[in-house]
């Protein structure tokens, strides 16, 4: 079946730490790997993406490569800002074996602190 | 353009009514879903619907959760004889089609909390 394990929270960093909150996965077919973000106070929206091995999603600073032969998708930023403050949200999408649903991994909720 | 919307935005209720939530997903988009949120349980599916075809109801957790998705547009999600293990944040989401690939865009969920 598919399933997201994701680093549990809560991670609080100080303003331009490093950070990584680890993602795996297991699915039956290839899926397109998801982070989704929920600011305080706002609903769900996607932070990126990646479709097939080795694609590399990327956007506000914030990176996750599709990693097949360990089965991981793990988000890294360089340089955090307060305004990072969020839980994020790995997720899988694996169509192919019928489910057009994402799963979710239980969500990260990260404080960024100046 | 509009994004998904959903009402109410709060909802109390008491232990043993009936609910309905609402869904309007973005104009165009074939592919609707319910997810619910709730503490303990993280983000879960609950059912999908793509265009005409049956929904996929493997979600809901049992036959006193129900939807319906009218003209292919707006959904309604009822819950009967509410429970107090239903509060949660019930979220629908859209797509423009069912490919693994289009982004599933979130309305800002009904909280639904159960007294």
């Known amino acids: 079946g598919n399933s997201v394990t994701q680093m549990e929270g809560p991670v609080t960093l100080s303003e331009e730490a490093f950070l990584t909150i680890n993602c795996t996965y297991t699915a039956t077919g290839y899926p397109s790997l998801f982070w989704y973000v929920q600011y305080p106070g706002e609903g769900l929206q996607l932070l990126l993406k990646a479709t097939k091995a080795d694609d590399k999603g990327s956007n506000k600073g914030f990176e996750a490569t599709y990693r097949k032969e360990t089965t991981s998708f793990h988000l890294e930023k360089g340089s955090v800002q307060v305004s990072d403050s969020a839980v994020y949200f790995c997720a899988l999408l694996d169509p192919p074996t019928g489910a057009n649903n994402l799963f979710f991994g239980t969500g990260t909720r990260l404080t960024v602190i100046p | 353009g509009a994004g998904v919307s959903q009402s109410p935005s709060n909802k109390v209720t008491e232990k043993g009514k009936d609910v309905e939530l609402r869904c309007d997903p973005i104009s165009g988009h074939t592919a609707l879903y319910w997810y619910r949120q709730s503490l303990g349980q993280g983000l879960e599916f609950l059912i999908y619907f793509q265009g005409n075809s049956a929904p996929d109801k493997s979600g809901l957790p049992s036959d006193r959760f129900s939807a319906e998705r009218t003209g292919g547009s707006v959904s309604t999600l009822t819950i009967q004889r509410t429970q107090q293990e239903d509060s949660a944040v019930y979220l629908c989401?859209?797509?423009?089609?069912?490919?693994?690939?289009?982004?599933?865009?979130f309305g800002p969920g009904t909280r639904l909390t159960v007294t």
């Open positions: 989401a859209s797509s423009a089609t069912d490919r693994g690939s289009d982004e599933q865009y």
